[in-house]
């Protein structure tokens, strides 16, 4: 398994921007998938972007656009790249890792408040 540790959140105004990282302890090429999700205060977690090992991006429709997952491999880092926020953007971000045999890690969360 891998440890994630995630920083970047607070507080920014409806159009700002911020970047999420994800330091993960050990070499993230090898990892089978690496995703962004978020949970809203009374919401279900939902996958937000996913960066799958060949390099293949998702994310989902109501970020197209405003949303970049990245990686940088010399740093073992993930990163969500986040424009134009909106205040229905505000949760608690997760990195989480999955290995190809299913096992699955995550971070402890950082806050994201947009609000003006």
């Known amino acids: 398994q891998v440890q994630l540790m995630e920083s970047g959140g607070g507080l920014v105004q409806p159009g700002g921007s911020l970047r999420l990282s994800c330091a993960a302890s050990?070499?993230?090429?090898?990892?089978?998938?690496m995703n962004w999700y978020r949970q809203a205060p009374g919401k279900q977690r939902e996958r937000v972007a996913t960066?799958?090992?060949?390099?293949?991006?998702n994310h989902i429709d109501s970020v197209k656009g405003r949303f970049t997952i990245s990686r940088d491999n010399a740093k073992n880092t993930l990163y969500l790249q986040m424009n134009s926020l909106k205040p229905e953007d505000t949760a608690v971000y997760y990195c989480n890792a999955v290995s190809a045999q299913g096992f699955s890690s995550w971070g402890q969360g950082t806050q994201v408040t947009v609000s003006s």
């Open positions: 050990r070499n993230i090429v090898t990892i089978y998938a």
């Open positions: 960066l799958t090992q060949g390099g293949t991006t």
